[in-house]
């Protein structure tokens, strides 16, 4: 297998930002090396985000070293071992070396330890436990070079065992795959996850949500999700009964025009009414933007259908806003997703910009409205003329006919 990773070939290896965290911890033979995400991607060639290192140093001596450093030093997870560099405004989490000392499905209790390959056995798969150190070489207990090549995500040691001490892996295990597996999943990990699978239950809502959501965001996300549909994963942790179909559907559509769905809204496009909308809001603990957004797909009250004029859509896209527009028809498109006019009606959502409505309230005033309802209720009359006209009244026609509801007593 490779050995080393050249740096000359990985950016961030070189970066300022990164050679500021890793000359605080690796002075006087301190010790670091990246892991994780970074060091994996950068073996698939795939695009690095964020940077994990993993270091022998406490966590307190971590902190001393960032701060001598001139460096960002912020204690995120510290009971944990987890201290956040801030770097030319970079954030690196850098963990102590663990060991479980005892784990109960949700949360481990751990120690610090200065063995790198104990550090790497409570890793959750082989391709997130390789080490590799400035100078590019590597460190790979576990293997992780050959399941990397072979795009497998294994899990270090027993599977039935690791999803055990943390039910979080069985998720993990299908956002890994959906990003970077290739071919079907590993089948020991598969059935370990299937057997399992009650544990899930137990998790706190935030985690599962979080997970969930990475791996809506896989770039094709349809094979795992079905797999995880008939082993049972998803009615662990949705209300169901789930259309996977519906999802496809929408991400086909949306695929033709080179964008792909938010998470809330591939959630929302897989369950099956609104009940299950709420349900799902609180269970997995959403935010209320995301809330908001599910809730009103779900009502989808609005009249949106494929036989909108362009008028009648522009109308509803000034009203709604263009996302929450394309969010009811994304969902009602998916019923009949073969109809060539909801491409018409999305690029619409796209492409129209609505305009702002020309008048406000110190126009109402110098027209005559005096308290308060007043000045809203005249402009709401005026701006409802306006989109009745498609827009096309400018400034003037618009004082005019402020002018006349108000003289008619209008408001
Ligand atoms: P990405 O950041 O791209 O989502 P990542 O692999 O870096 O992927 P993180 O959640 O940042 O994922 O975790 C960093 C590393 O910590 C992982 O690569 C893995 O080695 C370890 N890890 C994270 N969560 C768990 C877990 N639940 N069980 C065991 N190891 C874990
Ligand atoms: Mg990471």
Redesign the pocket.
Known sequence: MMLRLNPSEHGWMTALSTNAVMDALDADGGGARF????V??ALLGEKV??I?IATPLTPDEVIRRLTRAGLGAVPTGIAHGTITAISSGKPF?I?TLRRDVSTDGRR?TIAFTDRWDEDAS????T???IYAARDGTLFDPTGGQVDIAERRVRF?GDAAT?IR??Y??AL?LF??HA?YGRGPIDATALAAARTEKAGLKTLSGERVQKELF?LLQAPDPIPTLQTMESAGILAEILPQPLSIARLSAIRTLLAARGRHPIPAVSLMAMLPNEEAARRASTDLRLSNADRDRLMHIAKRDDGIEASLSQQAARHLIYRLGAARFEDELLLEASETPHDSRWDVLLSEAENWKAPKFPLDGRDAMDAGASEGPAIGRSLKAVEEWWAAENFAPTRPALLRKLKEFLAAGGA
């Open positions: 892991v994780g995400g970074a994996r991607n985000g964020d994990d989490e963990t481990a409570r890793r959750d798969f391709m997130n436990a270090v690791r001490e943390d979080l892996r993990r956002r890994f990003w990475r």
